[in-house]
T-cell receptor, first 114, second 116 residues
Framework: KAGVTQTPRYLIKTRGQQVTLSCSPI?????VSWYQQTPGQGLQFLFE???????NKGNFPGRFSGRQFSNSRSEMNVSTLELGDSALYLC?????????????FGPGTRLLVL | AQSVTQPDIHITVSEGASLELRCNYS??????LFWYVQSPGQGLQLLLK??????LVQGIKGFEAEFKRSQSSFNLRKPSVHWSDAAEYFC??????????????FGAGTRLAVHP
């Protein structure tokens, strides 16, 4: 099976703009989670989607949003970008989103906000 | 509160030497524990995981980890380190959120350097 894919891999935006990142999970996986990785805060959970519904949300402002499509592909959107949004955004998938399941990570999208 | 602590930010070992990376967790219920590795510019790759049963678990690339409930620890070990093991290592606990579904709580990571 193909792994988790994320597009684009690199992105440069300016403050105030918005950005959309895409994630295609492993075939058959219905749960998609998003994480933000920064040098200062480490890896932080953003949100999780299962069957097109957001089930969990981390402690991030409302500028961060996401959605999941019927084919389990997911997008996350960040509006009104701030310098502090510069990070590696990682997507992970697993079959049903249960705690004991392994989450499989994509290569990430590196976002630089200028 | 649920948390994961990796006390060592940086570790340097010589190639061929043994390695132990420390991980302590705080979680009220039975934890689901994971070790991931991240090479520069890459995503996270699962090394091994513990759910239940035998407290010594084997993973890929010759790594193993031991779950010690009394010490709330899940330390990662390798008997002989290779130069290609240089990377950042993350310990994580699979935690139930308010909605009852999973998320991973990560430690801050340990960056491993390997000297030839």
């Amino acid at each position: 099976k193909a792994g988790v894919t994320q597009t684009p891999r690199y992105l440069i935006k300016t403050r105030g703009q918005q950005v959309t990142l895409s994630c295609s999970p492993i075939s058959g996986h219905r749960s998609v989670s998003w994480y933000q990785q920064t040098p200062g805060q480490g890896l932080q959970f953003l949100f999780e989607y299962f069957s097109e519904t957001q089930r969990n949300k981390g402690n991030f402002p409302g500028r961060f949003s996401g959605r999941q499509f019927s084919n389990s592909r997911s997008e996350m959107n960040v509006s009104t970008l701030e310098l502090g949004d510069s990070a590696l955004y990682l997507c992970a998938s697993n079959e049903a989103g249960e705690s004991e399941e392994t989450q499989y990570f994509g290569p990430g999208t590196r976002l630089l906000v200028l | 509160a649920q948390s994961v602590t990796q006390p060592d930010i940086h570790i340097t070992v010589s190639e061929g030497a043994s390695l132990e990376l420390r991980c302590n967790y705080s979680y009220g219920a039975t934890p689901y524990l994971f070790w991931y590795v991240q090479s520069p510019g890459q995503g996270l790759q699962l090394l091994l995981k513990y759910f239940s049963g035998d407290t010594l678990v084997q993973g890929i690339k010759g790594f193993e980890a031991e779950f010690k409930r009394s010490q709330s620890s899940f330390n990662l070990r390798k008997p002989s380190v290779h130069w290609s093991d240089a990377a950042e290592y993350f310990c994580a606990v699979g935690a139930l959120s308010e909605g009852g579904y999973n998320k991973l709580i990560f430690g801050a990571g340990t960056r491993l350097a390997v000297h030839p």
